[in-house]
């Protein structure tokens, strides 16, 4: 796997002496995933952490619920929206089928929500999962401005400690 991987642990802690590694327990992995090439990175990241902890994972897929604002007036159709699920339902299950190759111990949830980040950040809380393991696009000056960045707001907002998995500098758009 060729990604570099750079890890932030999300924690209020009164001072730096008094962390202590040992009391972190990854027993339940969530790895959210869009089956983007970064993404597939994260997934692969978190197979091998799961296995090599010995650890639950989950795969997580969120299907971005269109804004009122965002859809023309002709509007989405109730087919062309039961053909995006069932897509999704297909990816995620060839992907979970990959998981499953190198480790047995892993799931998958599918969600639908109108803001992604805050649904990842929900569906960890609910699961008692205690390590998140995301990618990033990567966008650096004008994108990273205009787009944002979700995997800094779920930093910002994780309820556990967070892996960030980006892809290599030749790979940024």
């Not at 509007?75 to 499953?100: H, P, V, Y």
Request: proline share 4%.
């Amino acid at each position: 796997m060729k990604a570099s991987i750079e890890t932030s642990i999300h924690a209020e802690v009164p001072t730096a002496q008094s962390v202590d590694i040992s009391k972190f327990t990854f027993s339940h992995i969530l790895a959210p995933t869009d089956f983007s090439p970064n993404s597939d990175k994260a997934v692969d990241c978190a197979v091998q952490l799961a296995r090599r902890l010995g650890a639950k994972l989950t795969l997580l897929h969120i299907a971005s619920e269109p804004s009122p604002l965002d859809l023309p007036i002709e509007a989405i159709s109730a087919e062309e929206s039961e053909g995006w699920k069932k897509e999704a339902q297909k990816r995620m299950a060839d992907q979970l089928a990959r998981a499953k190759l190198q480790y047995q111990e892993v799931d998958s949830v599918q969600r639908t929500a109108l803001h992604q980040r805050d649904e990842i950040i929900g569906v960890a809380r609910e699961l008692s999962a205690n390590l998140l393991v995301i990618s990033t696009h990567g966008y650096t000056g004008w994108k990273h401005f205009l787009l944002g960045s979700d995997a800094e707001k779920i930093l910002e907002h994780a309820c556990c400690p967070t892996l960030v998995v980006r892809s290599d500098a030749t790979t940024r758009h």
